[in-house]
């Protein structure tokens, strides 16, 4: 089956620094895929060349078999791949429910303003209802933004990706500065939304990628060094070095100290 997104010989230069090095990636087509790797490994740039925000020095992105590393990211949300990001985009002084129906309203005929008559933002309340479900913010809909949790306010980051139709979704560090009681929360947020869909995403909590990632590619120094299920991945020894020092903590059993960020020294 053609994969869902594919890196291909995938590199980025940054004034002659290669962030990413000769990429080679399958996310296959309904998977949770999770990248991780140290601070610097090219987590990032990765996700941007994926998305689109970033041009390849070299090589290719291919979705569902079509290349795609000359679009704009515009256009990818138009080919199925939208990206939740860390930073907000959300309107804290609209509830919940608004701001999905801003988000809904965008991309159709409707005059981009905020006076849009309740009528005509009436027309998108089955999929309101529909997102807010999705991303478990039913409590909470009639509720301004700004006066959401940090887990909601991350639900409803994903809930405004969702609004896109998207087939391929990127979520970046879904559960970063949380407490337990939010990532609990945003990994049963991700299993719903990653029903009837693919889901990649950078993580550093190993206890979450281990409960939700299908399959897992691990960075280093811009390369691939190890891809498959976690199981597999926890015990390669490539992995276990590039996390030296750390490995312990990284694939704790019970995922108790499981929240890594280690630093990747030097480069050889
Ligand atoms: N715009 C840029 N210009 C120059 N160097 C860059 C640029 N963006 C990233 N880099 C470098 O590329 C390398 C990979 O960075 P990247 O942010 O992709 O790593 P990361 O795995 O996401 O790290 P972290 O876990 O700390 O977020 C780093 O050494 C970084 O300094």
Known sequence: MTPALQAVHLCKEFRGFRATNDVTLDIREG?????IGPNGAGKTTLFNLLSGFLKPTSGEVRLFGER?????PQHLVRRGLSRSFQISSVFGSMTVRDNLAVALQAPTALPHRFWISDRALQRFDPRIDEIVAQVGLQDVQHRLA????????RGLEIGLSLTQEPRVL???EPTS?????GIERV???????AAGRTVVMVEHNMSVVAQLADRITVLQYGQVIASGPYEQVRQDPAVIAAYLGHEEDIFAEDGSEAD?????GSRA
């Open 146 to 153: 700004a006066d959401l949790s940090h887990g909601e306010k």
């Open 68 to 72: 795609v590393d000359t679009l704009s």
């Open 187 to 193: 990994i049963a947020l991700v299993r719903r939304v």
């Open 260 to 264: 890594i960020a280690p630093g990747h």
């Open 31 to 35: 998977e949770i895929h999770a990248v």
């Open 177 to 181: 500065g949380m407490g337990s009681e």
């Open 170 to 172: 990127l979520l970046d």
